[in-house]
């Protein structure tokens, strides 16, 4: 008789393939294909885990037990490694997330300049004033999940908020509520850099390496605006002031 | 003498549908590639050494030289060891440091810059496989690096046997999933090889023992970003601009209190009070009080440090680093404690666990100074911190548990009356009042 702990040929062991085994996978049949096209990517296969995981996301907007059980037999690896990766990273989520994600960023420099009021104000136009919603809840209508960032790369642009990763700059606790208020209509406000919003499950695609998908937009999301003022401020004055980086040699390379 | 602002990076930007193929072509992209082309490997990694390209990720490491650490195949002789083995190059676009945001717009506005320096260092270093590591986060940049790889691939840059070198190369956009500590290149490698975020101990380092165990280097975006100018331009070019063991052209991020924060690159070495000049000065006129070089990892600076020179080793003479040469700038109204608390927060929550001076340390240093903030703390909660940051310092896995303390020793170094007057104001733990109530104590 078998050992019930022997480790089997896939690194698990026999006891946790049989646990395995009995998850019901086939709500992924759909991605089978794009699971094997993100292998195919890497020299190795389990590079592939972190876009896999994002592709969990994309079927069932959060990393459930059966995501967890379709990576491990895509990749031929436990549910534990799976499960042990999932946890680690924040953009993995193990409650459903809402149709849409929104971000405000409450580090130091936002904080500084109003991202803690935004974010007060958010939890209490999606939960009520006696009950504010907390870090990744999600409203009773399903329409919105909310979560406190951490700095999110775009400091100059204080304070930020992202809706599904898309930026929304320079915020006030007004029109973060105004676009909290239109999410929730079923509208979709355009993000200040990026493309047109679609939803989080959408995003997830992206994020799974399928840029150009129609349901994040197709080619033409590429487009999106991006260079704010800010970026470009540097650029701009330099311009007007005809300063320059000294001329590159005619015979550059190799001096 | 240069200008004071020196645009080379950021001067691609300016342009309609600056992110596309044509528009970086127009201005002379992808001739460098050309050139690089035409150059034994090994001359570029010459070149890029000479021209003193340090990293613009953090630490400041010569870039030439770390891709001089790769073993490479004597002529004649059969490989051996890891230079037998593929190597590997790994783009660590993993933005997340407090206060950095120049790698952001610089992949939104213009990826075929990185692309270009992608493929150039692929060649010096003879690899055939390389990965952009981005920050899940930022999504349109995952988007335009996507389409960008794509249009390379169509323009015959990327693929096999490219222009008909017999040079092969591919490139993967690979976006993370949140996690700060995979800015950490170690723990960048074992996240992209499918696992947790988590550093490897070193040695082995990377250039020996990197992705899959084989040679690898991991550079930052705007440091590889770099690399096609130097070639274009060559390294006494590249050395016109900033000092002499920090050279170039930088992106400094400025943000916070300003009048007009952004990104302004110019020559390395440009202080603040000149930065402060260009960006139309202090918002409001509200004078200046704290400011980071290069990030929240970097220790804070004031109002007595706006003419050191923003380099690496001026930067390290004033009592700082470097770091992103991300210049978050506080005026007077902001509180240090209340600052150090919410920066000690972010470690908290992005210290991976792997080691315990780290996970405990930044637990219980964020724990303190929100019970200081609170106005609960005591003046014996000051000598704690810095004791805690004794022990986190230098005795952690990574840098991110000496980043952690930073904040903290160069805010009680330079604001302790504002750390010890939190403690004036402080209320009784209603505990200690009713113990004191009961025992009739006058205390």
């Given at each position: 008789?078998?050992?019930?702990?022997?480790?089997?040929?896939?690194?698990?062991?026999?006891?946790?393939?049989?646990?395995?085994?009995?998850?019901?996978?086939?709500?992924?049949?759909?991605?089978?294909?794009?699971?094997?096209?993100?292998?195919?990517?890497?020299?190795?296969?389990?590079?592939?885990?972190l876009p896999l995981l994002h592709l969990v996301q994309h079927v069932e907007g959060h990393v459930s037990r059966a995501g967890i059980a379709f990576c491990a037999e895509v990749l031929e690896i436990t549910t534990a490694e799976v499960s042990a990766v999932a946890t680690f990273y924040t953009m993995y989520k193990r409650e459903p997330v809402g149709r849409h994600l929104v971000s405000v960023c409450t580090n130091t420099l936002c904080a500084a300049l109003g991202g803690d009021d935004i974010y007060a104000a958010v939890r209490e136009r999606l939960g009520g004033p006696d009950q504010p919603?907390?870090?990744?809840?999600?409203?009773?209508?399903?329409?919105?999940?909310?979560?406190?960032?951490?700095?999110?790369?775009?400091?100059?642009?204080?304070?930020?908020?992202?809706?599904?990763?898309?930026?929304?700059?320079?915020?006030?606790?007004?029109?973060?509520?105004?676009?909290?208020?239109?999410?929730?209509?079923?509208?979709?406000?355009?993000?200040?850099?990026?493309?047109?919003?679609?939803?989080?499950?959408?995003?997830?695609?992206?994020?799974?390496?399928?840029?150009?998908?129609?349901?994040?937009?197709?080619?033409?999301?590429?487009?999106?605006?991006?260079?704010?003022?800010?970026?470009?401020?540097?650029?701009?004055?330099?311009?007007?002031?005809?300063?320059?980086?000294?001329?590159?040699?005619?015979?550059?390379?190799?001096? | 003498?240069?200008?004071?602002?020196?645009?080379?990076?950021?001067?691609?930007?300016?342009?309609?549908?600056?992110?596309?193929?044509?528009?970086?072509?127009?201005?002379?992209?992808?001739?460098?590639?050309?050139?690089?082309?035409?150059?034994?490997?090994?001359?570029?990694?010459?070149?890029?050494?000479?021209?003193?390209?340090?990293?613009?990720?953090?630490?400041?490491?010569?870039?030439?030289?770390?891709?001089?650490?790769?073993?490479?195949?004597?002529?004649?002789?059969?490989?051996?060891?890891?230079?037998?083995?593929?190597?590997?190059?790994?783009?660590?676009?993993?933005?997340?440091?407090?206060?950095?945001?120049?790698?952001?717009?610089?992949?939104?506005?213009?990826?075929?810059?990185?692309?270009?320096?992608?493929?150039?260092?692929?060649?010096?270093?003879?690899?055939?496989?390389?990965?952009?590591?981005?920050?899940?986060?930022?999504?349109?940049?995952?988007?335009?690096?996507?389409?960008?790889?794509?249009?390379?691939?169509?323009?015959?840059?990327?693929?096999?046997?490219?222009?008909?070198?017999?040079?092969?190369?591919?490139?993967?956009?690979?976006?993370?999933?949140?996690?700060?500590?995979?800015?950490?290149?170690?723990?960048?490698?074992?996240?992209?090889?499918?696992?947790?975020?988590?550093?490897?101990?070193?040695?082995?380092?990377?250039?020996?023992?990197?992705?899959?165990?084989?040679?690898?280097?991991?550079?930052?975006?705007?440091?590889?970003?770099?690399?096609?100018?130097?070639?274009?331009?060559?390294?006494?070019w590249f050395r016109t601009m900033g000092r002499e063991r920090s050279p170039g052209p930088k992106i400094y991020s400025l943000s916070g209190h300003v009048e007009r924060p952004g990104q302004y690159e110019a020559p390395l070495g440009t202080t603040l009070r000149q930065l402060l000049e260009l960006a139309g000065g202090m918002k409001d006129g509200i004078p200046l009080k704290f400011w980071t070089p290069g990030g929240s990892s970097t220790p804070l600076l004031t109002a007595e440090h706006l003419d050191v020179p923003l380099d690496f080793e001026g930067a390290t003479e004033a009592g700082?680093?470097?770091?992103?040469?991300?210049?978050?700038?506080?005026?007077?109204?902001?509180?240090?404690?209340?600052?150090?608390?919410?920066?000690?927060?972010?470690?908290?929550?992005?210290?991976?666990?792997?080691?315990?001076?780290?996970?405990?340390?930044?637990?219980?240093?964020?724990?303190?100074?929100?019970?200081?903030?609170?106005?609960?703390?005591?003046?014996?909660?000051?000598?704690?911190?810095?004791?805690?940051?004794?022990?986190?310092?230098?005795?952690?896995?990574?840098?991110?548990?000496?980043?952690?303390?930073?904040?903290?020793?160069?805010?009680?170094?330079?604001?302790?009356?504002?750390?010890?007057?939190?403690?004036?104001?402080?209320?009784?733990?209603?505990?200690?009042?009713?113990?004191?109530?009961?025992?009739?104590?006058?205390?």
């Amino acid at each position: 008789m078998e050992p019930e702990h022997a480790i089997d040929e896939a690194g698990g062991t026999t006891a946790q393939h049989a646990e395995l085994s009995r998850v019901d996978t086939s709500v992924f049949d759909g991605v089978r294909e794009r699971a094997a096209a993100i292998l195919a990517r890497y020299p190795q296969p389990r590079s592939a885990l972190l876009p896999l995981l994002h592709l969990v996301q994309h079927v069932e907007g959060h990393v459930s037990r059966a995501g967890i059980a379709f990576c491990a037999e895509v990749l031929e690896i436990t549910t534990a490694e799976v499960s042990a990766v999932a946890t680690f990273y924040t953009m993995y989520k193990r409650e459903p997330v809402g149709r849409h994600l929104v971000s405000v960023c409450t580090n130091t420099l936002c904080a500084a300049l109003g991202g803690d009021d935004i974010y007060a104000a958010v939890r209490e136009r999606l939960g009520g004033p006696d009950q504010p919603l907390g870090h990744e809840q999600t409203a009773a209508d399903g329409s919105v999940t909310i979560e406190h960032a951490e700095c999110l790369a775009a400091c100059d642009l204080a304070p930020v908020l992202t809706v599904d990763y898309e930026f929304f700059d320079k915020q006030t606790v007004d029109s973060a509520l105004e676009i909290i208020d239109a999410l929730r209509r079923g509208e979709k406000p355009h993000p200040t850099r990026g493309a047109p919003l679609t939803d989080f499950r959408s995003v997830e695609l992206l994020l799974a390496g399928f840029f150009d998908d129609p349901a994040v937009g197709g080619l033409e999301a590429v487009a999106g605006p991006s260079a704010a003022v800010e970026s470009l401020r540097g650029a701009r004055l330099a311009e007007e002031r005809g300063w320059t980086a000294p001329p590159v040699p005619d015979e550059g390379a190799h001096t | 003498m240069t200008d004071p602002l020196t645009p080379v990076l950021t001067k691609h930007w300016l342009g309609p549908e600056s992110w596309t193929l044509r528009h970086y072509t127009e201005l002379g992209g992808y001739s460098a590639l050309r050139t690089a082309f035409d150059t034994p490997p090994d001359d570029l990694v010459a070149l890029v050494k000479d021209a003193g390209l340090r990293g613009r990720g953090g630490a400041g490491f010569p870039t030439g030289m770390k891709w001089s650490f790769i073993p490479q195949a004597k002529p004649g002789e059969e490989p051996t060891g890891p230079a037998a083995k593929p190597k590997y190059l790994v783009i660590n676009a993993d933005e997340g440091e407090p206060g950095t945001c120049k790698d952001t717009p610089l992949m939104m506005a213009d990826p075929h810059s990185l692309i270009e320096g992608c493929i150039i260092t692929a060649y010096a270093i003879r690899a055939h496989f390389c990965a952009i590591y981005v920050r899940g986060e930022i999504v349109h940049c995952i988007r335009r690096l996507h389409a960008a790889v794509r249009e390379a691939y169509e323009a015959g840059h990327l693929g096999k046997d490219i222009h008909g070198t017999g040079f092969d190369l591919d490139i993967v956009v690979h976006a993370g999933a949140g996690a700060y500590i995979c800015g950490e290149e170690t723990a960048l490698l074992d996240s992209l090889e499918g696992r947790r975020g988590q550093p490897r101990l070193k040695p082995p380092f990377p250039a020996t023992a990197g992705l899959y165990a084989a040679p690898t280097v991991v550079n930052n975006v705007e440091t590889i970003a770099t690399v096609p100018s130097i070639v274009a331009g060559g390294k006494d070019w590249f050395r016109t601009m900033g000092r002499e063991r920090s050279p170039g052209p930088k992106i400094y991020s400025l943000s916070g209190h300003v009048e007009r924060p952004g990104q302004y690159e110019a020559p390395l070495g440009t202080t603040l009070r000149q930065l402060l000049e260009l960006a139309g000065g202090m918002k409001d006129g509200i004078p200046l009080k704290f400011w980071t070089p290069g990030g929240s990892s970097t220790p804070l600076l004031t109002a007595e440090h706006l003419d050191v020179p923003l380099d690496f080793e001026g930067a390290t003479e004033a009592g700082s680093m470097l770091g992103t040469t991300a210049l978050m700038i506080f005026n007077e109204t902001v509180s240090v404690p209340w600052a150090v608390m919410k920066w000690t927060e972010f470690y908290e929550h992005e210290s991976c666990g792997k080691c315990t001076p780290c996970r405990e340390g930044c637990y219980w240093m964020a724990g303190i100074l929100r019970r200081m903030v609170d106005g609960e703390g005591t003046e014996a909660d000051i000598d704690t911190l810095l004791d805690v940051c004794d022990n986190v310092l230098g005795r952690s896995f990574c840098a991110l548990g000496d980043g952690a303390v930073s904040p903290i020793t160069s805010g009680i170094k330079y604001f302790r009356d504002e750390f010890v007057a939190l403690c004036g104001a402080q209320r009784r733990h209603p505990e200690v009042e009713r113990i004191v109530e009961l025992s009739g104590a006058s205390a």
